[in-house]
């Protein structure tokens, strides 16, 4: 069973390694296959297009959640950017 993510997890997910954002990504994958993440871009194409767009757009959303925007990206970002090509439009 998969563990439901809180709403600051889904926003910045603690990842501090590779092994974690494998874990991460594969339970999202199973948040999505049973239902409980919609998908909104179910091409690989849709989700490349998304994940792009939103990583253009990253600095409205941490502006906008009152986050400082990464200098740098770290294995939490990755994670957030998966999170949000599954729904971002």
Same mark, same amino acid.
């Given at each position: 069973?998969?563990?439901?993510?809180?709403?600051?997890?889904?926003?910045?997910?603690?990842?501090?390694?590779?092994?974690? !954002?494998?874990?991460?990504? !594969?339970? !999202?994958?199973?948040?999505?296959?049973?239902?409980?993440?919609?998908?909104?871009?179910?091409?690989?194409?849709?989700?490349?297009?998304?994940?792009? @767009?939103?990583?253009?757009?990253?600095?409205?959303?941490?502006?906008?959640?009152?986050?400082?925007?990464?200098?740098?990206?770290?294995?939490? !970002?990755?994670?957030?950017?998966?999170?949000?090509?599954?729904? @971002?439009?």
């Amino acid at each position: 069973m998969v563990k439901k993510m809180t709403e600051s997890e889904s926003l910045t997910p603690q990842i501090n390694s590779r092994e974690e !954002l494998a874990r991460h990504i !594969l339970a !999202l994958v199973e948040r999505v296959e049973s239902g409980a993440m919609p998908l909104e871009n179910a091409t690989a194409v849709a989700y490349m297009k998304a994940a792009a @767009y939103w990583i253009n757009d990253s600095p409205g959303f941490f502006a906008n959640n009152g986050l400082e925007v990464p200098e740098t990206p770290d294995w939490s !970002l990755i994670g957030m950017i998966f999170n949000a090509a599954c729904v @971002y439009e």
